[in-house]
């Protein structure tokens, strides 16, 4: 059904199915979460996520943030997971972003005890039953938590 009362006018915040509770993100705000140090450093021309603008164009990623940021109040949580989510497009195109966006925005995931963050650590970590799989292990590095010297995986542990 064509409803020709509509506005031709691209606007994410305004539609007529949210029956009244629509999410409210001034033009204000959406610039305040378009900052470089917020979801704007996924389009900033000399910020970590440049090398890959040439495979994954990140005009749509940076909306979606805008969006998802504003309408959940400002979330960290949803700020570093759209982040994340154009680093990893951007990894299935076999281009590695700079992790200094995950210091710059203080997206650093929460590693389990016994464990840190390493922006490039062994694709094949070290466990109990295979102690030295990762003298062993070929693949690239990975992004993500690695266990703390002396210690092994065990689980998600």
């Not at 691209?10 to 610039?31: L, V, W, Y």
């Not at 959940?72 to 497009?89: F, H, I, R, V, W």
């Not at 076999?94 to 995931?109: A, E, G, H, N, S």
Request: contains cysteine.
């Amino acid at each position: 059904m064509i409803q020709k009362w509509k506005s031709d006018e691209s606007d994410r915040f305004c539609n007529d199915n949210c029956a009244g509770h629509c999410p409210i993100c001034t033009k204000e705000m959406q610039a305040h979460y378009s900052k470089p140090h917020l979801c704007g450093i996924l389009s900033k021309s000399d910020g970590p996520f440049s090398a890959c603008y040439d495979k994954v164009e990140p005009s749509m990623y940076l909306e979606n943030c805008v969006y998802d940021v504003c309408t959940t109040k400002g979330a960290k949580q949803t700020l570093c997971e759209n982040l994340k989510s154009y680093a990893d497009d951007c990894l299935s195109e076999d281009v590695k972003v700079d992790p200094q966006w995950r210091m710059i925005t203080k997206c650093l995931p929460n590693c389990p005890k016994g464990s840190h963050y390493e922006a490039c650590g062994t694709p094949c970590p070290a466990t109990c039953v295979s102690p030295d799989i990762n003298k062993l292990c070929k693949g690239s590095c990975v992004e993500g938590c690695q266990c703390d010297e002396g210690m092994v995986q065990s689980g998600d542990r």
